[in-house]
């Protein structure tokens, strides 16, 4: 029999992400619908030991979903790797009548969670970071707004390259992952596209390439460079110095994780935040909620966290030729 959930908590964890706040909001009205109670944990499991918690309403939530970050707050809380902390994070949830919990974050976010349902709390992970890193979803909050956010920078930067006729180099966000750097790439048009599941490390093919496109009459050349290879700035002093183009290095940083959700994030977080609420009331735990081949899923924690995600082969070729 499946343990009768009364009680669900939320809380956001690891890096912020556009869409969180209509995750936050679909999990409070969904459960309130269903005739359960909510507690809103804030800055994540940090806030969790703190016993930072609070009885959440419908009305806590009204007003958010069009907001960027995240009104639980967020933390990283290094403390909470240790099993007998997290026993204690455990024990604090029920303390304060807390069954069933929903965790809103990346890979690091669902260890915690593994954690709280290994210490007998019913937990469910929702994927909610910019860098789509996580393998058992097409889709994470947050992407799809800080993709358009990049790109619309991006699309600025080019303007005085163009004018100035000088080499960018712009380094996008998504930690060891290049999703947002490929996704910005083809989207913006980039003449050299740098990921780090696929840098073989070699410049000289990168100068060759501006010298030639100069040759050509291209008058800017646009490098988009992912977080996970960085150095753009010694980089662009390398080229300049090969190509003896004028070469500006640009780092899009933390500007990417902020701003007003798009109409996909808020619209995939609502759906997500009310399947967690709904498979909680069926028992499950351990899980994380995903979008894959045009469904919304849920799989296992660990069975999730073990597959590997790797750049699409097709869309990597595309992105070459274009
Ligand atoms: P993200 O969830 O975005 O991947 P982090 O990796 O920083 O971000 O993880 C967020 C938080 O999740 C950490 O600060 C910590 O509180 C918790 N966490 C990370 N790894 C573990 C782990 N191995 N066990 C338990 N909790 C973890
Ligand atoms: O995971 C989201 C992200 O913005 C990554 O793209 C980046 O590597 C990291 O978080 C930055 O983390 P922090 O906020 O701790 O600097």
């Given at each position: 029999?499946?343990k009768?959930?009364?009680?669900?908590?939320?809380?956001?964890?690891?890096?912020?992400?556009?869409?969180m706040?209509?995750?936050?909001?679909?999990v409070?009205?969904?459960?309130?619908?269903?005739?359960?109670?909510?507690?809103?944990i804030?800055?994540?499991?940090?806030?969790?030991?703190?016993?930072?918690?609070?009885?959440?309403?419908?009305?806590?939530?009204?007003?958010?979903?069009?907001?960027?970050?995240?009104v639980?707050?967020?933390?990283?809380?290094?403390?909470?790797?240790?099993?007998?902390?997290?026993?204690?994070?455990?024990?604090?949830?029920?303390?304060?009548?807390i069954?069933?919990?929903v965790?809103?974050?990346?890979?690091?976010?669902?260890?915690?969670?593994?954690?709280?349902?290994?210490?007998?709390?019913?937990?469910?992970?929702?994927?909610?970071?910019?860098?789509?890193?996580?393998?058992?979803?097409?889709?994470?909050?947050?992407?799809?707004?800080?993709?358009?956010?990049?790109?619309?920078a991006?699309?600025?930067?080019k303007?005085?390259?163009?004018?100035?006729?000088?080499?960018?180099?712009?380094?996008?966000?998504g930690?060891?992952?290049?999703?947002?750097?490929?996704?910005?790439?083809?989207?913006?048009?980039?003449?050299?596209?740098?990921?780090?599941?696929?840098?073989?490390?070699?410049?000289?093919?990168?100068?060759?390439?501006?010298?030639?496109?100069r040759?050509?009459?291209?008058?800017?050349?646009?490098?988009?460079?992912?977080?996970?290879?960085?150095?753009?700035?010694?980089?662009?002093?390398?080229?300049?110095?090969?190509?003896?183009?004028?070469?500006?290095?640009?780092?899009?940083?933390?500007?990417?994780?902020?701003?007003?959700?798009?109409?996909?994030?808020?619209?995939?977080?609502?759906?997500?935040?009310?399947?967690?609420?709904?498979?909680?009331?069926?028992?499950?735990?351990?899980?994380?909620?995903?979008?894959?081949?045009?469904?919304?899923?849920?799989?296992?924690?660990?069975?999730?966290?073990?597959?590997?995600?790797?750049?699409?082969?097709?869309?990597?070729?595309?992105?070459?030729?274009?």
């Amino acid at each position: 029999m499946a343990k009768e959930v009364k009680t669900i908590g939320v809380l956001t964890s690891g890096g912020d992400a556009p869409g969180m706040n209509a995750a936050i909001r679909s999990v409070v009205r969904v459960a309130l619908a269903r005739g359960l109670k909510v507690k809103g944990i804030r800055r994540g499991y940090l806030g969790l030991l703190n016993e930072d918690i609070f009885d959440m309403q419908s009305r806590d939530v009204s007003d958010i979903i069009q907001k960027g970050g995240t009104v639980l707050g967020t933390a990283r809380c290094l403390e909470f790797k240790q099993p007998e902390v997290q026993k204690q994070g455990a024990d604090i949830c029920r303390k304060h009548g807390i069954d069933g919990m929903v965790v809103i974050g990346g890979d690091g976010s669902y260890r915690g969670a593994q954690a709280l349902s290994r210490n007998g709390i019913n937990t469910i992970g929702l994927p909610g970071t910019i860098d789509l890193d996580i393998s058992c979803t097409d889709y994470t909050i947050g992407f799809d707004t800080a993709v358009n956010t990049a790109m619309q920078a991006i699309d600025k930067v080019k303007d005085t390259s163009s004018s100035h006729e000088r080499c960018s180099i712009i380094e996008v966000m998504g930690r060891n992952a290049g999703y947002i750097a490929l996704w910005c790439g083809i989207a913006n048009g980039a003449e050299d596209i740098l990921l780090p599941e696929k840098y073989d490390f070699d410049e000289q093919k990168i100068i060759n390439n501006i010298i030639q496109n100069r040759k050509k009459g291209k008058n800017h050349h646009l490098i988009i460079n992912a977080e996970g290879i960085g150095h753009s700035a010694s980089m662009a002093r390398r080229i300049e110095a090969a190509t003896g183009i004028e070469t500006r290095a640009t780092i899009l940083g933390y500007m990417q994780r902020g701003g007003s959700p798009t109409a996909k994030d808020r619209y995939y977080a609502s759906i997500m935040g009310a399947r967690a609420v709904d498979i909680l009331i069926e028992g499950k735990t351990n899980r994380i909620v995903g979008y894959r081949g045009g469904e919304f899923i849920d799989v296992d924690i660990e069975e999730g966290l073990a597959m590997t995600k790797e750049i699409n082969e097709y869309e990597y070729e595309v992105s070459k030729l274009l």
